[in-house]
């Protein structure tokens, strides 16, 4: 799917994905961050700082440069210093028109296990397939973090901030949002199988192989764009006027 280059879509597009988190559940009050990279030199949209993930509009998305400094007239304060994951992956994966971060229960307890996500599921292999792991450092403050964020996450399309959360980008808000629903929903299936007590069947590691062209072929090449309209009717039904 080709990103779109006209940013009121992409505006729409990022509204609605900050709503279809807080739907899913995975939002953290005002915490946490999603970020589109504008085509050319615009700069990025980011959420207003203070503004619950459900409420947010296409309108109210502030455009910010690479250290969080606001570049519109918006009367929404950022979090320049929320930004610094982000700012550290859109400066060198040009291909990531979207990162999308949180802080969920189930991401954070998978992210401090010493073995990380387990290949036990068909959800996490399709995670493991492109997965990255990034050291706790304490909270993503510093500039000095940036080169570390940058390496752990490489080319991956995923990235486990250990004892922190998790992580996806995408090159397009779809792409990246249906990332983070199979890693989400990978850690989900992880601790429920480790709560059973019962031993654990990993997938065999030649079916890991071929893990990425088999998603091409389910999702017809279309990726995230499959179900992007789907969750957006959902989104039209439940929680309406991320567009204004």
Same mark, same amino acid.
């Given at each position: 799917? %080709?990103?779109? /280059?006209?940013?009121?879509?992409?505006?729409? $597009?990022?509204?609605?994905? #900050?709503?279809?988190?807080?739907?899913?559940?995975?939002?953290?009050?005002?915490? &946490?961050?999603i970020?589109?990279?504008?085509?050319?030199?615009?700069?990025?949209?980011?959420?207003?700082?203070?503004?619950?993930?459900?409420?947010? /509009?296409?309108s109210?998305?502030?455009?910010?440069?690479?250290?969080?400094?606001?570049?519109? $007239?918006?009367?929404?304060?950022?979090?320049?210093?929320?930004?610094?994951?982000?700012?550290?992956?859109?400066?060198?994966?040009?291909?990531?028109?979207?990162?999308?971060? &949180?802080? &969920?229960?189930?991401?954070?307890?998978?992210?401090?296990q010493?073995?990380?996500?387990?290949?036990i599921?068909?959800?996490?292999?399709?995670?493991? =397939?492109?997965?990255? #792991?990034?050291? #706790?450092?304490?909270?993503?403050?510093? $500039?000095?973090?940036?080169?570390?964020?940058?390496?752990?996450?490489?080319?991956? %399309?995923c990235? !486990?901030?250990?004892?922190?959360?998790?992580?996806?980008?995408?090159? /397009?808000?779809?792409?990246?949002?249906l990332?983070?629903?199979?890693?989400?929903?990978?850690?989900? !299936?992880?601790?429920?199988?480790?709560?059973?007590?019962?031993?654990?069947? =990993?997938v065999?590691?030649? !079916?890991?192989a071929?893990?990425?062209?088999?998603?091409?072929?389910v /999702?017809?090449?279309?990726?995230? =764009?499959?179900?992007?309209?789907?969750?957006?009717?959902?989104?039209?039904?439940?929680?309406?006027?991320?567009?204004?």
């Open positions: 799917m %080709t990103p779109p /280059t006209d940013e009121r879509q992409l505006r729409i $597009d990022l509204a609605a994905c #900050y709503r279809l988190v807080a739907l899913f559940g995975w939002d953290d009050i005002v915490f &946490t961050h970020s589109v990279k504008l085509p050319g030199d615009n700069g990025f949209l980011i959420n207003p700082y203070g503004m619950l993930f459900d409420e947010i /509009t296409a109210s998305l502030v455009r910010v440069d690479a250290a969080g400094n606001k570049l519109s $007239d918006s009367p929404h304060p950022v979090n320049p210093a929320g930004f610094v994951i982000h700012s550290a992956i859109h400066a060198v994966r040009h291909d990531a028109v979207c990162v999308l971060h &949180t802080h &969920t229960p189930a991401g954070v307890a998978v992210s401090a010493r073995e990380g996500l387990l290949p599921s068909q959800q996490a292999t399709v995670a493991l =397939a492109s997965l990255g #792991y990034h050291d #706790y450092e304490g909270i993503a403050v510093r $500039d000095d973090e940036k080169p570390r964020l940058q390496r752990d996450l490489g080319n991956n %399309t990235l !486990i901030l250990r004892n922190h959360g998790l992580l996806t980008v995408g090159g /397009t808000v779809a792409d990246a949002f990332s983070m629903y199979l890693l989400q929903r990978a850690c989900e !299936i992880q601790l429920l199988a480790q709560s059973t007590g019962q031993p654990l069947i =990993a065999d590691p030649r !079916i890991l071929g893990v990425k062209e088999n998603v091409v072929m /999702t017809k090449g279309l990726g995230g =764009a499959l179900a992007w309209p789907g969750l957006l009717r959902r989104l039209d039904r439940l929680n309406p006027g991320y567009a204004d």
